[in-house]
T-cell receptor, first 114, second 115 residues
Framework: EAGVAQSPRYKIIEKRQSVAFWCNPISGHATLYWYQQILGQGPKLLIQFQNNGVVDDSQLPKDRFSAERLKGVDSTLKIQPAKLEDSAVYLC????????????FGSGTRLTVV | AQTVTQSQPEMSVQEAETVTLSCTYDTSESNYYLFWYKQPPSRQMILVIRQEAYKQQNATENRFSVNFQKAAKSFSLKISDSQLGDTAMYFCAFMHNNAGNMLTFGGGTRLMVKP
């Protein structure tokens, strides 16, 4: 089966600019996650979707971050305006759901804010 | 809230030898899963091994095995016959259903396998 696709792979922007990341999960996976991984740390959940509804966005900085999952398939994560501390790898993952199933992660987008 | 702690920021091992990575966690839940993920420079998180908390038997996957001590809330990963391709970041992670199957990760251990 095809994996989780993410684009772009790298992005460099200046602070206060906006940026968007795209994720295409594995076909049939109802649950989609966006994680932020700051250099030298473990990933931290930003938002979780179940189909096209938000399950958990408690860790999403809503003043600058937004995410959507149209039609319960692809998802985009946007940052506007970006800050220096947003420099990180943004990982997308998908799952069929339930404790018995693991996640499949994409290769992430490395964002550098200068 | 659940926390996952990996106390070894970096480790190294000679090729063909055995190495153990440590992980401790804190939770009040009784039904949960524990995972070890590998993250090579390509950045993709790759599942190495998974352990269900209700199973007493330690999980094994080829050269990878875990030592799961539920009472001590400890979950270590043993890599036998280390290979150069095992060089990567390793993350311990926790999941339980009450958190919507959210994964909580530790800070990671950087493993270097030396020829």
């Amino acid at each position: 089966e095809a994996g989780v696709a993410q684009s772009p792979r790298y992005k460099i922007i200046e602070k206060r600019q906006s940026v968007a990341f795209w994720c295409n999960p594995i076909s049939g996976h109802a649950t989609l996650y966006w994680y932020q991984q700051i250099l030298g740390q473990g990933p931290k959940l930003l938002i979780q979707f179940q189909n096209n509804g938000v399950v958990d966005d408690s860790q999403l900085p809503k003043d600058r971050f937004s995410a959507e999952r149209l039609k319960g398939v692809d998802s985009t994560l946007k940052i506007q305006p970006a800050k220096l501390e947003d420099s990180a790898v943004y990982l997308c993952a998908s799952s069929r759901g339930g404790l018995v199933y693991g996640y499949t992660f994409g290769s992430g987008t490395r964002l550098t804010v200068v | 809230a659940q926390t996952v702690t990996q106390s070894q920021p970096e480790m190294s091992v000679q090729e063909a030898e055995t190495v153990t990575l440590s992980c401790t966690y804190d939770t009040s839940e009784s039904n949960y899963y524990l995972f070890w993920y590998k993250q090579p420079p390509s950045r993709q998180m790759i599942l190495v091994i998974r352990q269900e908390a209700y199973k007493q038997q330690n999980a094994t996957e080829n050269r990878f095995s875990v030592n799961f001590q539920k009472a001590a809330k400890s979950f270590s990963l043993k890599i036998s016959d280390s290979q150069l391709g095992d060089t990567a970041m390793y993350f311990c992670a926790f999941m339980h259903n009450n958190a919507g199957n959210m994964l909580t990760f530790g800070g990671g251990t950087r493993l270097m396998v030396k020829p």
